[in-house]
């Protein structure tokens, strides 16, 4: 059986994993800031949010940073609990492009 | 709560499905119960929206890291400590599967004069390297 995307750990090679830092954005801070009042307000539970993350895609988990993965579980929560509707992101940021 | 401090372990060699928090890396992997964290609701269940119910204790285990990858090529002493929820673990009283931990844990309940006569007679004394 395939492993989980996240299931890390001498896997999918026994390579050191690059733990190096950057500064924080301030869509990251964001980011952050919209999880932790998700779950202290019991929109979601935190294991929703991380089952969101482990449900990407193995190319797509690859290429999103750590932000981008929370991103990604955020909207799939969201959507799933009807919080917000499908596509609903997408449209208001074409909107406020446009 | 099933287990102890100071007890030897296994962790269930089962595939993850769903939203699982034990790594693949330790499954099937003896090692001893360090601490209780406490009981919690299960993850499994509250990931998908359930209520977590049963809780589930959570022990903290310490692995010795040459049990955990083969060939390992650190020191022996090294160890690595991972949260696993009890219905991962099963008891791992069969000495015979990891003689590195199991046979001292067996013997250390053994009397120390026993263990004396086993060390210089036929056990060889390899095999009670974990007595003192």
């Given at each position: 059986m395939a492993r989980p995307v996240h299931d890390r750990g001498g896997w999918p090679t026994s390579e050191p994993i690059d733990t190096s830092e950057h500064p924080l954005a301030d869509w990251e801070l964001l980011a952050d800031a919209l999880q932790q009042s998700l779950v202290?307000?019991?929109?979601m539970t935190v294991d929703?949010?991380?089952?969101?993350?482990e449900s990407m895609p193995l190319q797509a988990y690859e290429a999103a940073g750590y932000y981008e993965r929370w991103?990604?579980?955020?909207?799939?929560?969201?959507?799933?609990?009807?919080?917000?509707?499908p596509g609903e992101i997408d449209?208001?940021?074409?909107?406020l492009a446009g | 709560m099933r287990y102890r401090p100071g007890q030897l372990v296994r962790v269930r060699d089962a595939p993850s499905v769903g939203h699982v928090r034990t790594p693949s890396y330790v499954k099937g992997k003896a090692g001893r119960?360090?601490?209780?964290h406490g009981v919690f609701g299960n993850p499994e269940s509250l990931s998908y929206g359930g209520d977590?119910?049963?809780?589930?204790?959570?022990?903290?285990?310490?692995?010795e890291q040459r049990e955990v990858w083969s060939g390992y090529a650190g020191s022996a002493d090294d160890t690595i400590y991972v949260d696993v929820y009890e219905h991962w673990l099963l008891p791992a009283?069969?000495?015979?599967?990891?003689?590195?931990?199991?046979?001292?844990?067996?013997?250390?309940?053994?009397?120390?004069?026993?263990?004396?006569?086993?060390?210089?007679?036929?056990?060889?004394?390899?095999?009670?390297?974990?007595?003192k």
């Open positions: 202290r307000n019991r929109v929703e949010f991380r089952r969101g993350i991103l990604y579980s955020l909207e799939r929560i969201l959507v799933e609990k009807g919080v917000i509707a449209r208001k940021l074409a909107e | 119960v360090e601490r209780v977590g119910l049963p809780g589930q204790p959570l022990y903290l285990v310490r692995f009283e069969n000495a015979a599967h990891f003689p590195g931990i199991g046979l001292s844990h067996r013997f250390a309940r053994w009397p120390r004069k026993m263990l004396r006569i086993f060390r210089g007679g036929w056990l060889a004394p390899s095999l009670c390297s974990g007595v």
